[in-house]
């Protein structure tokens, strides 16, 4: 069947129209924030670059050097950014986001989150699974090549979830290390007190998706006004080296600034090397630990606390 180009082009920038509208990108500034639309994005380059320079970030986000050399001066100005020398080109200065830059741009992404949710809060599941292969769709075939690796996605918790990330938690562990049945009697103590007391807006879980397949999940539990604690991390043996580990400890991060928590703490074993170099690579420290027997296991505990 032949396709009418021309009617292809009223129709994306109808799509257009409608989706800048909807999302507010035609206000001042973005999600009610102090940012323009470009300012939160070079933000969020900014955040999640690994040691980025200037130039990186111009070309990526395809925008004149002097232009974004006026909001990188706004940004340090502000006190949310900084730049240091690169040790091994000392002509090249590497940029970074300052304690209140990340807090910022934590604030940011939370409201951005918000009003999609909002936007989605009228779409049933069966409707979210087939809108998201849409927009996959959508992207590979304007890019003229399939996306790069496989869809990860982070989405709140629904009924049944918890239930599983008991399940697969008890399952790993014990193949992997050995633990005995008391483990998925704590997880699941765990997930039952996070479920019967839950608070909206302080309470959360994530659950990571590959492709639309569970492949991971994290809580991060408020204990009190100035401290949230992050439990129950894992990620499926398949699923491991795509980075899923560290967007779900960076989604903890941000939303505990997000909420207003001013620290962050976690438990768990030395024994658990993964998790604890993702805690350590986060900014988390060891405050403390104690030998203990559980689990049917000689382990050592250690407590890990991230100021934020």
Known sequence: MQVDRNGLI???????RFYTRTIGLLDETLTESAFTLTEARVLFELGHRESPAA??????LRLDSAYLARILRRFAAGGLSKARSDGADRRRRILSLTDKGRAAL???QAAADKDIARLLRSLPDEKLGELERALRKTMELLRGSPMEGPAITLRAHRIGDIGWVVQRQAVLYAEQYGWDITYEALAAEIGAAFLRNFRKGRDFCWIAERDGAPV???FLVGEDDATARLR??????EARGLGIGKRLVDACIEQARASGYRRVVLWTNSILVAARTLYERAGFRL?????HHSFGKDLVGQTWELVL
Do not use: K, T, W, Y
């Open 287 to 291: 405050i403390g630990e104690e030998r």
């Open 106 to 108: 934590a604030e940011l």
């Open 55 to 60: 130039s990186e970030i111009a070309a990526e």
């Open 10 to 16: 009223g129709e994306i920038r109808r799509f257009n």
């Open 232 to 237: 129950l991390l894992h990620v499926e043996p």
């Open 216 to 218: 991971g999940a994290v």
